[in-house]
């Protein structure tokens, strides 16, 4: 997994590529860990590049959760993500948005 943050003043943009599994999650984990602590703008997770996610990104998404609040917002999620989400009925729990853009306008 390959995951590259970008800051402005309207939000943190926290993007993924390629698989997030129990092996490679820990870098997710951490830079939520590290904006919830932080507070203030919008935490966007851009998955549009994700092509493979298991319960571990799940897990580290509903565990920074209340950290976060709504300030955690998922952008674009790839097909495979977004079935996960709706297989586990937490598609309607977090913040969903078709782009980037739409993450910021809620």
């Given at each position: ?12 943009v ?56 709504d ?36």
């Amino acid at each position: 997994m390959l995951l590259v943050t970008h800051r402005s003043d309207r939000a943190v943009v926290i993007a993924l590529r390629g698989e997030v599994d129990l092996e490679s999650v820990e870098p997710l984990r951490l830079a939520l860990d590290r904006e919830a602590r932080q507070g203030g703008v919008p935490v966007v997770l851009d998955l549009s590049a994700v092509g493979f996610a298991d319960t571990a990104m799940i897990n580290v998404l509903l565990r920074a959760r209340p950290g976060l609040g709504d300030r955690l917002r998922l952008a674009a999620p790839s097909a495979l993500v977004m079935r996960l989400l709706r297989v586990l009925s937490l598609d309607e729990v977090f913040t969903i948005r078709a782009g980037r853009a739409a993450c910021l306008d809620v």
